[in-house]
């Protein structure tokens, strides 16, 4: 009996994933014996071991020759490298897309990527083993782990690792590199607002290399400092606000700061503080509120108003072409229009109830003389009314209130002039005003026993 070896040959591919037997031929055929066990151990003598078919085993041993040669009689498996560890936002970066709607305003083109505090801001997937292979002769493959994700917590930025998770410590802009995923409580502009960034809007501070034109508006939880001029615009910031030039506001621009403001001038703008102005130069033909002080010593104070809660210190107010000028201490002048209308409204309440009240008598009267469907439903529309004048009358009071809790002690007030104060210049403390009438050089006024007394300070 021939040996197998006589007809048949084995080969492999060149990464040896793949064995081959192929048909050589031999002297006489009719002495060649396959069985499958004949088979096997031929591929065991030339060492292939693994991955077997055993499809091709039948089709080599069918009586119909079948077989196509060279047969793939073996397969080995190639390793599967693992996965890399991966980071997976909880927040969208593309949020940039503006639907275009009758209201759209086209200065809102940008959409800072801002967290909150304690906000989960992405998850890690850890690297994978992989699955190790075999080629055809049995040898291990060994696969490739996956790489852990480079990405690591940076400024402001913690990770947790119970639950592989990266939060925010603070409020910010959430800014992501091949290496760091941080959070930047500051979104700087290091150029004029224009088109490309639009208004902006962000829960940390905002810097701005530059102007801010006319239009725009500009928002912060924290501070914003500019260092240009800020035109017809409106700035609000629940910190302070730093202008390097100045506000021209054009009777439309507009500045609220929850603590002080720094700014070289003000011109033709409406500004609201929670505590201190410092203007470098003037203040001109605006509308000033600052809850406690208003420091304006190179320059002058020229229309407009001037609300202080504490104190307001100037090298010049008005001017010698008699410009209407008020300084206004204790109440503020939007404080105080808002208490007037207020109490004209809590007498008008008071005077609608009174009528109520008549009008609901007689009809009570007349009621227990007619006893009519009609005149019940009307006393019950006039009991109806004096609830709901009855219930505004209690919500103006309690407002009333509140607005006197802002109100601030014109008594501990004080009004410094270290250059000239000219006529036509209107000095209220709460309810007690005083027009200068000529010039007046370096002096202070205050409220002493319920009189604007004026004192030199020279």
Known sequence: MDQIQDFFTVTTSNDRMNAYIDYTGGNDESALELDKKAVIQFLQDNKITYGIDEHALDTLLSENNSAIFPLTIATGIFPEDGLDGEIHCEFDFDDNNTSVTSSLNFRDVMRIPSVKEGERLATLTLPTAGVNG????????????????????????????????????????????????????????????????????????????????????VKAKGDIRIFGMVEAASIIAEGSVYISEGLSGLNKGFINAGENLTIGYINQGTVYVGKNIYAENSILHS???????????????????????????????????????????????????????????????????????????????????TDTAKSKLTLLRIKNSY???????????????????????????????????????????GRYKCKIDRNHQYIKMKLDNNEIVMHNIK
Do not use: W
Not at 298 to 307: D, H, Y
Not at 339 to 365: P, V
């Open 134 to 217: 075999y080629d055809v002769y049995g040898k291990l493959i060994q696969a490739h782990p996956g790489k852990p994700s480079r990405i690591k917590p940076g400024k402001n930025v913690i990770f947790h690792e119970e639950d592989l998770s990266f939060y925010a410590t603070t409020e910010g802009q959430v800014h992501v590199t091949e290496r760091f995923l941080q959070v930047y409580n500051v979104f700087e502009v290091s150029e004029d607002l224009s088109m490309k960034q639009g208004n902006l809007d962000f829960v940390g501070s905002i810097v701005i290399k530059g102007n801010v034109p006319s239009g725009y508006t």
């Open 287 to 369: 509308n000033i509120t600052a809850k406690q002080q208003v420091f304006c010593q190179r320059g002058n104070i020229i229309g407009g108003s001037i609300s202080a809660g504490k104190l307001v210190e100037a090298k010049d107010i008005g001017n010698r072409l008699g410009t209407k000028t008020e300084i206004i201490f204790g109440v503020n002048k939007a404080v105080a229009d808002r208490e007037k209308k207020l109490l004209a409204q809590k007498k008008e309440l008071q005077a609608t109830l009174s009528k109520l009240n008549t009008i609901e008598k007689k009809l009570f009267d007349q009621q227990e003389e």
């Open 387 to 429: 609830q709901k004048a009855a219930d505004q009358l209690q919500k103006t009071e309690v407002t009333l209130e509140q607005l006197t809790a802002e109100i601030g002690s014109e008594h501990e007030s004080l009004l410094i002039i270290r250059g000239q104060v000219n006529p036509n210049v209107i000095i209220t403390f």
